[in-house]
């Protein structure tokens, strides 16, 4: 056939590139090849029938990973449409043998390994087009080893063209069959010599790697001749025909081969998603705009006007008035930008200009949704359950299949009520997931209920959570097998006690009942062992918030509990000496440990853990140690303080006497503006408390005016600190309390200047104002009687 008769029918092509994908697939109608070669990895083609199969759904990628360390992975990314998976379904459509040829992943991992280290995205680097080359010299004329062309760059560069993607577009994507006649091989011979040009003067252009897989895939190549003679088709990228094309010896091809490194691979289909072939997701695989070009792709005639009818329906249902005429308006638009603009169709440049300028109304907020869901996209593909996979990926579909908790591209928020078994499900299941490192979901906080029988995940599945799922797998061959594994093993080789607290919480919320005696027992070794208060304090919170899932998952935590209650009674001796003497940082440190320790016991006490004298009257006892020792420093003096006033355990009167004994001439200001940073400060509600309480109010004002000018520019920055995290309203009010001098007055006074908010007793005036609304709020309607108004008052 006249399509081989200068050897293989060589088809360079722009990776996932729409118009290289129609032509491939023309020119392979027009030749009706014996073989089909295609860049890719020679270890996945026991993986090509899978392709025919119905529940096989591009984007996809082949994932080689490691045996022995699946971490050390790479994926060749396929679309709709990229030229490759076309290539691959046609052959298949047509009885057809289909073959990668590129360099074997067992080589390509191993020699990653030795100058990346870790997951990196393989098969398409150094092809035209591709990130990492975007960025790089296309301008820079010299051949340098270390710079790495972007071929397109260069070529849209030589065309006067600013952007290689609207170049692309401009040649490729638009111009379809007109511009050349009926030849199907018509565009491939034009790429092929312009490359041919850029490799005479740039050579490898940087791409070093690329000698040795276009060695290897002229091996291919001559091996295919041999088996079904001369009419061979490949398809590989545009930067390596004149590789291919090129005369060289066996035994030359062959010495580029020895000595590579090998490590054994497997390999899989796995799921993809346009948002990881876009460069802007940090997967670059050579295009901007996949959801824009598997549109051009599938449209079977006018793109423009099914895209802005695509971007109407989105924009309506996010409720933004578009109607037919705001499409029929910027489909006009775009045509006029690219015949103003010397384009032959509007490319994705003028109808985003158009749907910003018609449908946005100017407003680039609404065009950053466009962007995100049509331009991007989040289409997530799927692969057979026949594809290979490790059995902990198959324990995790079951899962998945029976907890209707299906793989999402896009984030959601999922909310669980712990009560319901298959919620409970799906807890036990994310918390496994996250203890393995596969970060499926994230928990946050509940816009409902905060009990501990709700949990509010934030979901979203990434690609490459594949990996981390293979890499799990060497912890055992189902998800909880393999999360216990991991626990165990995460809790021998844990350094901080804070650690291995926060292991046991994990394994509560995973429910692992087989892996928490071995991190209690690990837990109770490090307790015993660990002397520093610090470390302690640390280790108590999670170790008591573990405490509160007993009732609603069912678990036994009285080995908890005894290990709570030991930890705090060592933190109660050791807290007091531990915070003498200590400087600012320090202090500041233990502070939060204080806020934390009050916190756990709090928990505890709910729990109704038994301890001698009482496990919350043992703490308010050592409150009121810090509070009255001098050699305390002051912001842990004001904290215990206030824990203290909040809990009942100390009167209004008592603290505001504390307040004035620190607030005194004789405290140096330093400690005095700590003291009060403790008191009032840290996000404990403190502005609120100075609201309320004028004397308190009072005490601070009046020891504020009274600081030396000397000693003011000193305690400034603690002051503002600590009044700069009070919300605009309270500083507001605090503002005016101030103005108006209520602290230097007893209320009396401040009730007579009509100062509001001051008044010994109740206004009945003013409780009644807010009965009304009141009433509606508790469902009464305006049906309230002077009872209910006594009641409310």
Known sequence: MTAFTAGPLLLGVRHHGPGSARAVRAALEAATPEVVLIEGPPEADALIPLAAEKDMRPPVALLAHVVDEPGRSAFWPLAEFSPEWVAIRWALEHGVPARFIDLPATHTLAWGNEEEKGTSEKGQEGDEGEKGEKEAGASDRSVDADVRIDPLAVLAETAGYDDPERWWEDVVEHRGGAGIGAD???????????????????????????????????????????????????????????ALRQKTTVAADRALLKGLPKAKADMTWVPWTHRRLS??????????????????????????????????????????MVSSAHVIEAVRLADTLAAMRGRPLPGLTETTDAVRAVMCEGSDVPLGLV??????????????????????????????????????????????????????????????LRLLGVAWGEPTASRGSTGTFRETWRLRWEPELSVRVAEAG????????????????????????????????????????????????????????????????????????????GDVRGTDTHALTDVAVGLAER????????????????????????????????????????APGGIRERWHSVLRVLAGRDTVPGVIRGRTVRLLLDDGELGQDEAARLMGLVLSPGTEPGDAAAWIEGFVGGGSGGGMLLVHDERLLGLVDAWLTGVPTEAFTDVLPLLRRTFSAYEAGVRRTLGELVRRGPGARGSAEAAASG??????????????????VLSLLLGLGEAYDDDFAGVAR
């Open 371 to 432: 962007h995100d869901r049509l331009v991007v996209g989040d289409v997530l593909g799927e692969v057979p359950q026949s594809a290979p996979a490790v059995p902990l990926q198959r324990d995790l579909a079951r899962a998945q299949k029976r907890l209707r908790l299906k793989p999402e591209p896009m984030e959601r928020e999922l909310e669980l009520d712990l009560r319901g078994e298959t919620d409970a499900g799906r807890s036990r299941l994310l918390h496994r």
């Open 184 to 242: 199907p091989f018509a565009p491939f011979t034009a790429l092929e010599e312009a490359m041919g040009a850029l490799r005479e003067t740039y050579g490898v252009g940087g791409h070093d790697r690329d000698l040795v897989r276009e060695a290897y895939m002229r091996l291919q190549v001559r091996a295919a001749q041999r088996e079904f003679g001369d009419e061979v088709a490949v398809v590989c990228g545009a930067w390596h025909v004149p």
């Open 279 to 320: 460069r802007v997701s940090g997967y670059g695989a050579g295009i901007d705009s996949p959801g824009w070009y598997g549109h051009l792709f599938a449209a079977p005639d006018r793109p423009v006007e099914r895209w802005m009818t695509k971007v109407a329906r989105l924009l309506r249902d996010e409720d933004r």
């Open 571 to 610: 933190i109660f001796v050791g807290l007091p000496p531990a915070c003498a003497a200590i400087d600012a940082e320090a202090a500041e440190h233990m502070r939060r440990h204080v806020d934390a320790v009050h916190g756990a016991v709090g928990l505890l006490g709910e729990q109704g853990t038994a």
């Open 755 to 772: 100062i509001p908010g001051f008044a010994p007793d109740l206004d009945p005036g003013r409780a009644d104002a807010v009965l009304p």
């Open 474 to 549: 060497v912890w055992g061959t189902t998800v909880l097998s393999a999360a216990t594994g991991k626990a165990e093993a995460d809790a021998i080789a844990a350094h901080a006690l804070a650690d291995v607290t926060a292991l046991a919480e994990r394994c509560l919320l995973a429910e692992l009942p087989d892996a928490l005696p071995v991190v209690m027992r690990v837990l109770a070794d490090r307790a015993a062992l660990d002397a520093d208060v610090g470390h302690l304090a640390q280790a108590l919170p999670a170790l008591v918030r573990s405490l509160r899932y």
